[in-house]
Nanobody, 119 residues
């Protein structure tokens, strides 16, 4: 069973910063597209950012220029640095590992970490 372990959520004031971490097994991390998604109450889960094994990144428009996704150079960890946080960033954030298979993908999810931004 693949386990993604997240950490770093919490309560922060508007304009503040947080960094989320997600540790994945090495056999997954080396080939997977790693990503962060979030789900606010009453809303669908949405993409925040992704990063490929080669380092290419993709961001939701709502977080561009504020959030940065990165892969640890020595560890099997993906980070999400969140700056200039807004109350609308409040959500449960989930780490995702998407492993490419022959004709499909296999998704693994973390348990989620709460991020709350107060106004």
């Amino acid at each position: 069973q693949v386990q993604l372990v997240e950490s770093g959520g919490g309560l922060v004031q508007s304009g503040g910063s947080l960094r989320l971490s997600c540790e994945a097994p090495g056999r997954i991390f080396s080939t997977a597209v790693m990503g962060w998604y979030r789900q606010a109450p009453g809303k669908q889960r949405e993409l925040v950012a992704t990063i490929t094994s080669g380092g290419s990144t993709n961001y939701a428009d709502s977080v561009k220029d504020r959030f940065t996704i990165s892969r640890g150079s020595a560890k099997t960890t993906v980070y999400l640095q969140m700056n200039s946080l807004k109350p609308e960033d409040t959500a449960v954030y989930y780490c995702n590992a998407r492993v490419p298979l022959y004709r499909s993908n296999l998704d693994y999810w973390g348990q989620g970490t709460q991020v709350t931004v107060s106004s």
